[in-house]
């Protein structure tokens, strides 16, 4: 299936490993030019030189804390070229209310939930001048399902859904689709941050995460989340707007 996105720029947030990383792969699969954006430049700049060979799609990195005051405009100016913005930086800790205090939630949450609303703030008049263009975000199962061990992340996501419904209804105006989707447990780096997290509030150890794993359904693969991302963002889903879609393998359904 031809996605009609050869030619186009996406910028991708969190980008230097995880679901941003298998993101940008799959966009750069399908002649993507892309603006590469983490706090890391050194994953950033092996994981552009990868894409480039691989793909021979121009890559641009950005080295940028977008939970820092200002740097959502800083980074938005320099992508005056996208048509595509994937929102997915942010990785909210685990805990319940009592293991998360002040500071550490409002750091949380100027990365994912102000990092999502400022660049989207930021980003907006550039793609409407353009005549349209998409903005997908990711946010992750706990705002659809919350739990109380992850009491700040599903406080947060569940707040992004409706940004995502609030924005995506309207923003058809000018031509601009925003749309989400949610992930459930996917196999990476964060998920054994979040599944220790889990053991130390259910079993009081955390080196008993794997026990966290869920067995039925098993843990999704990176990529699974990026195919959805990047049909999301291309011109095949021109119909789907202010929705946020569930990707869990049907664990929230059993």
């Known amino acids: ?15 230097s490993k995880g679901i941003g990383l298998a993101a940008a792969r799959e966009l750069a699969a399908e002649g993507c030019n892309l603006h590469l954006a983490s706090r890391t430049e050194a994953d950033l700049q092996k994981a552009a ?11 641009t990195i950005h080295a940028i804390d977008i939970a820092q005051k200002g740097n959502s405009e800083k980074l938005a100016a320099a992508c005056q070229d ?16 009592l293991d998360i205090d002040e500071d550490r939630w409002r750091d949380a949450w100027n990365l994912k939930v102000f990092g999502y609303i400022n660049l989207t703030r930021a980003v907006y008049p550039v793609l409407k001048a353009k005549g349209g263009g998409v903005i997908v975000n990711v946010m992750g199962m706990a705002g659809f399902s919350p739990n109380f061990a992850y009491v700040a992340g599903s406080t947060a996501n569940a707040g992004l859904m409706h940004f995502t419904r609030s924005m995506g209804g309207r923003s058809v105006d000018d031509g601009i689709r925003v749309v989400g989707l949610n992930p459930g447990l996917v196999a990476t780096e964060r998920m054994i941050t ?3 997290g889990w ?17 039925n359904p098993p843990p999704g693969k990176p990529e699974e989340i990026a195919d959805l991302i990047t049909y999301l963002a291309s011109d095949r889903a021109s119909h789907v707007t202010g929705t946020v879609i569930n990707i869990d393998g049907g664990a929230s359904s059993r």
């Open 199 to 215: 053991a130390k509030d259910q079993l009081g150890d955390e080196s008993r995460w794997e026990e966290m794993v869920q067995k």
């Open 49 to 59: 030189d990868e894409l480039r060979a691989k793909h021979q799609v121009n890559v």
């Open 1 to 15: 299936m031809d996605l009609h996105l050869a030619g186009k720029t996406a910028l991708v947030t969190g980008a």
């Open 194 to 196: 979040m599944c220790k």
């Open 82 to 97: 996208i048509n595509i913005l994937v929102n997915n930086a942010g990785a909210i800790p685990p805990g319940n209310i």
